[in-house]
Structure formats: structure tokens, C-alpha cells
Nanobody, 116 residues
Framework: QVQLVESGGGLVQAGGSLRLSCAASGRTFSSYAITWFRQAPGKERELVADIHSGYLTYYADSVRGRFTISRDNAKNTVYLQMNSLKPEDTAVYYC??????????WGQGTQVTVSS
């Protein structure tokens, strides 16, 4: 059974850093793109960053230059390094894998709270 588990969230002051992890089990995802989304209270889920199998990356304008997505295929894990955090980064962060059949796997989410 495929499972994605996010970790690394927490409470941090503005300007601080966190590193989120998304660990996949039950399947090897090295050939698939993995995407980080976030959802703040009362807002729609939004794409934050993604990384493709060839390590090509994309970032939302709101996080470009502050967040870095990376992957370790040997560990079947994707990371999101978040620096210079702002209160508006507060949200539940989710990782998603879309397989070759366009089926989406989601993790349970990890809460990130940035205090001002």
C-alpha cells in the first residue's frame, strides 16, 4: 500500500526556517514528480513547489527565493527547505505524488505556523 508521510512542521518565528520531509513507502517514486501544496484556513489549496524526476523544479512566486525543494531517491523522500518564513506561510503543508496513470497520492499534512 502506498503511503506518504509528511513531517517537520511546527511553530517558528517570522524569519526562521523549517525543513519539511515527505517520505514515500510502498512504491518507488523516483520517476514521478512530487509536489508540495499548502492550505491556509479559509483558503484554497495552493501549489508551493514541485520537483520532477529529472530534478527540474518549479516554485510559486510567493516562495521563490525562500523555499528549496529537493529529493533523495535513495530514501524515497522529498524535502522542502523553508527559509525567511513569514506569517502568511502559515498553513497545512501536503505532499502529492501523481503516478503515470495520473492517480494522486496524498500525505496527511503537516502544520506550519509562523508567528509574527
Amino acid at each position: 500500500q502506498v503511503q506518504l508521510v509528511e513531517s517537520g512542521g511546527g511553530l517558528v518565528q517570522a524569519g526562521g526556517s523549517l525543513r519539511l520531509s515527505c517520505a514515500a513507502s510502498g512504491r518507488t517514486f523516483s520517476s514521478y514528480a512530487i509536489t508540495w501544496f499548502r492550505q491556509a484556513p479559509g483558503k484554497e489549496r495552493e501549489l508551493v513547489a514541485d520537483i520532477h524526476s529529472g530534478y527540474l523544479t518549479y516554485y510559486a512566486d510567493s516562495v521563490r527565493g525562500r523555499f528549496t525543494i529537493s529529493r533523495d531517491n535513495a530514501k524515497n523522500t522529498v524535502y522542502l527547505q523553508m527559509n525567511s518564513l513569514k506569517p502568511e506561510d502559515t498553513a497545512v503543508y501536503y505532499c502529492r505524488v501523481r503516478d503515470s496513470s495520473s492517480y494522486d497520492y496524498w500525505g496527511q499534512g503537516t502544520q506550519v505556523t509562523v508567528s509574527s
